[in-house]
């Protein structure tokens, strides 16, 4: 049974940092990527990474900031934000394959 379980979201003041770790079981998948959804907003592609080559790709507005990565096991993979900004406030939701959700967890940016 496939899980994507997230974790590390938070309150952060802006120019802030925080790390999100998702943890994956009942496959090693072919790409894993970070979404994120904003109230009134439709759910857009933060980051993702393939499990072979390990190749990236970043939205525009995270680009320098934002950084994907996974573990040697290819079992978690982490997204690191840094320099945050109000306009990051979203749930970012974990997403394995193009296909798999996480429950999502919540990254709010506010002074």
């Known amino acids: 049974q496939v899980q994507l379980v997230e974790s590390g979201g938070g309150l952060v003041q802006p120019g802030g940092s925080l790390r999100l770790s998702c943890a994956a079981s009942g496959t090693i998948f072919r790409i894993m990527g970070w979404y994120r959804q904003a109230p009134g907003k439709q759910r857009e592609l933060v980051a993702s990474i393939t499990t072979i080559g390990g190749s990236t790709n970043y939205a525009d507005s995270v680009k320098g900031r934002f950084t994907i990565s996974r573990d040697p096991a290819k079992t978690t993979v982490y997204l690191r934000m840094n320099i945050l900004k109000p306009e990051d406030t979203a749930v970012y939701y974990c997403?394995?394959?193009?296909?798999?959700w996480g429950q999502g967890t919540q990254v709010t940016v506010s002074s």
């Open positions: 997403n394995a394959n193009q296909y798999y």
